[in-house]
Nanobody
Framework: QVQLVESGGGVVQAGGSLRLSCVASGRIFSMYGMDWYRQAPGKQRELVATITKSETTIYADSVKGRFTISRDNAKNTLYLQMNSLRPDDTAVYYC?????WGQGTQVTVSS
């Protein structure tokens, strides 16, 4: 049974940083692309960043230059380093791969 478990969310002031982690279990992690999505209150879930199995990365325009997605295949872990956080980054952040979703981790950025 495949599971994705996120951690690392919290409350941070504008301009601060957080690093999210997502541990995958139940399959060969390195064989698949992975994504981070986020959903703010009253808004649709949106793609934040993608990393392919060959480690090509793609970012939403709103986070380019501030967020970095990475993976450690030896640890079956996906990361999202978030710098220069803004209040509009406040959302629940989800780890995703193919059809599997994590439970989400809340990120709140105060002004």
């Amino acid at each position: 049974q495949v599971q994705l478990v996120e951690s690392g969310g919290g409350v941070v002031q504008a301009g601060g940083s957080l690093r999210l982690s997502c541990v995958a279990s139940g399959r060969i992690f390195s064989m698949y692309g992975m994504d981070w999505y986020r959903q703010a209150p009253g808004k649709q879930r949106e793609l934040v960043a993608t990393i392919t199995k060959s480690e090509t990365t793609i970012y939403a325009d709103s986070v380019k230059g501030r967020f970095t997605i990475s993976r450690d295949n030896a640890k079956n872990t996906l990361y999202l380093q978030m710098n220069s956080l803004r209040p509009d980054d406040t959302a629940v952040y989800y780890c995703h791969s193919i059809t599997i979703w994590g439970q989400g981790t809340q990120v709140t950025v105060s002004s």
